[in-house]
């Protein structure tokens, strides 16, 4: 295939892997990090001591992972925000800029 989708909640560092393999062969990865599920909330939007939460953690890591990558290129990694997230994205502080 030409893409896959990953969940992080094993750890963000856990999907390396598939990764590196993305930025080597030209595919992609689609992260899962604020999804439309309700069971979804109870780990995605939980709050670390500096006040992030987890679906911004895995956010800003495929952020940081997709920066390595020239400005022409976006990089192989995208992430999946579901389209009945309602103000979650307000209320955790997760913006696209």
Known sequence: GDAVTLSPYLGVGALTPALEMAKETGRGVFVLALTSNPQGASVQHCVNSEGQSVAG??????SDFNATFDFEHMGPA???VGATVGDARRRLGISFD
């Open 57 to 62: 953690g895995v956010i800003q890591a495929v």
């Open 78 to 80: 995208g992430i999946v």
